[in-house]
């Protein structure tokens, strides 16, 4: 990924049901590895949300994988907000490996925040947007053109 500092990392358990009948972590796992990240990266950065009535949602994800991980390997996952727009935002994520720090996988997401009461995507608060650029140390909103 293109020069992002991770501040977030969340060791993760590999689990023996994660690991397929050629010894590695199914590939299908690691949305559980990423979804486990953004879940402990809102929860740290943004703690007065209520998720009773917001949400965020995905509304794009490429992967790309680059090394297989077993089920011996100690990983983590690493989240960082790279961009910020008025309704959304987007997600990089990896899955290291602790030990050697090699990268296994490497996500990209578009992420919508959401309204459960009303069904709909609303736009993210001041609250958000100011403690996720505090917690990553820069101005991340959208620059407007023109």
Known sequence: MEEIKFKHTLPLQIRFNDVDKFGHVNNTVYFSFYDLGKTEYFASVC???DWEKDGIVVVHIDVDFL???YGSDHVAVQTA??????KSFQLA????DIESGEVKCI???VMV????????????TE???NAICTYEGKDLRRKKHG
Do not use: M, Y
């Open 47 to 49: 703690p007065n949300v």
């Open 67 to 69: 090394t297989q991980i």
């Open 81 to 86: 907000v790279t961009e910020i727009g008025t």
């Open 93 to 96: 994520q990896r899955v290291i």
């Open 107 to 109: 996500c990209r997401s």
């Open 113 to 124: 925040t959401f309204d459960l009461e009303n069904h709909e995507s609303k736009a993210l």
């Open 127 to 129: 609250e958000w947007v």
